[in-house]
């Protein structure tokens, strides 16, 4: 099944759930709770990796990210954050210090190395 959302399409695959925004600028928190939504509908209260892909997006508001680092965590094994160059993956990394997940979560520039970092937390 493929959840294609308005600001991200999502969908599970051999143990891994693949999310990947689309275009947007800026998630301000009502996209976010959106987004949050459909991924947990998707999941039916089972807890997967996930792969997210944060290419497309430009910015995101500090209530969007707080909202996505803590309600958003529920049912996440780990977490693999793909991310365009090395200063997003900078700016990625500060975010992922300062709110410290409760599960193991990275980010990358490669694709192929986010999805081999979630493959020790497939059920």
Not at 42 to 55: A, G, K, M, T, V
Not at 106 to 112: D, G, Q
Request: charged share 20%; proline share 2%.
């Amino acid at each position: 099944m493929v959840v294609d959302g308005t600001y991200a399409k999502m969908w599970i695959s051999n143990g891994i759930l693949y999310f990947v925004y689309k275009e947007i600028y800026e998630i301000n928190r009502s996209m976010a709770k959106q987004i949050v939504s459909q991924r947990l509908q998707l999941q039916n209260e089972n807890s997967y990796p996930i792969f997210c892909d944060l290419r497309a997006v430009t910015i995101a508001q500090k209530q969007a990210r707080d909202y996505l680092a803590i309600e958003g965590a529920y049912m996440t094994t780990a977490l693999a954050l793909l991310v365009e160059d090395e200063h997003a993956m900078v700016i990625t990394q500060l975010f992922i210090k300062t709110n410290s997940p409760a599960y193991p979560t990275r980010v990358f520039t490669n694709k192929e190395e986010a999805l081999s970092f979630l493959q020790d937390y497939k059920k």
